[in-house]
């Protein structure tokens, strides 16, 4: 089945520092790939997405490359600030018959100033 | 602007009593999603519609109800039967389309006395 596997938080970082946040996923098929964040008491916001394979999302200095013979879709950024502290999700949108989507545990992260 | 709006954004209720809660978008969106949140277990899909008056059960249906009997609207009733209703709940919508993005309303939270 289609499932997405992220690394566990909490990771929790010094402003500036270097992030990453791993995610792998297994599915049928070429599926989309995502990363939606949320911040405390609210819904979901799209980061960033990848179509297919050697894609690279990218938005406000996050990137993800969809890295198809890896299954991969790691979501990174150079230097990160105190405002990018909330929690991380990786998914996909399956392709075939009914289009739904899967969603990792979510990661926490925190920056310290 | 378009959006999707849920309310209430917080809910309480007690023991054996049913509950809807209210989803609309104006996105005109053909797929609606609902998904529960909690603690360390990311987001869980509850159901899910294509299309009006047509829906699917997602991998945690039981104790849950919903309809689409328009393309804007898609209520969630949390019934008696379901054995642990305290949680995050959210909407989404889409397109439907194997590439396109999920949009998230802000959130209910239900709280179960």
């Known amino acids: 089945g289609n499932s997405v596997t992220q690394m566990e938080g909490p990771v929790t970082l010094s402003e500036e520092a270097f992030l990453t946040i791993n995610c792998t996923y297994t599915?049928?098929?070429?599926?989309?790939l995502f990363w939606y964040v949320q911040y405390p008491g609210e819904g979901l916001q799209l980061l960033l997405k990848?179509?297919?394979?050697?894609d690279k999302g990218s938005n406000k200095g996050f990137e993800a490359t969809y890295r198809k013979e890896t299954t991969s879709f790691h979501l990174e950024k150079g230097s990160v600030q105190v405002s990018d502290s909330a929690v991380y999700f990786c998914?996909?949108?399956?392709?075939?018959?009914?289009?739904?989507?899967?969603f990792g545990t979510g990661t926490r992260l925190k920056v310290l100033a | 602007d378009g959006g999707i709006t849920q309310s209430p954004k917080y809910l309480f209720r007690k023991e054996g009593q049913n509950v809807t809660l209210s989803c609309e978008q104006n996105?005109?969106?053909?797929?609606m999603y609902w998904y529960r949140q909690d603690p360390g277990q990311g987001l869980r899909l509850i159901y899910y519609?294509?299309?009006?008056?047509?829906?699917q059960k997602g991998d945690i249906a039981e104790g849950y109800s919903v309809s689409r009997e328009k393309k804007e609207s898609f209520p969630l009733t949390v019934t008696s039967a379901q054995k642990n209703p305290t949680a995050f709940y959210l909407c989404?919508?889409?397109?439907?389309?194997?590439?396109?993005?999920?949009?998230f309303g802000q959130g209910t939270r239900l709280t179960v006395v």
């Open positions: 996105l005109n969106h053909d797929a």
């Open positions: 989404a919508s889409s397109r439907g389309q194997g590439t396109a993005e999920a949009f």
């Open positions: 998914a996909l949108s399956t392709t075939s018959g009914t289009y739904k989507y899967i």
């Open positions: 519609s294509q299309i009006v008056n047509d829906f």
């Open positions: 599915a049928t098929g070429y599926p989309s």
């Open positions: 990848a179509t297919k394979a050697d």
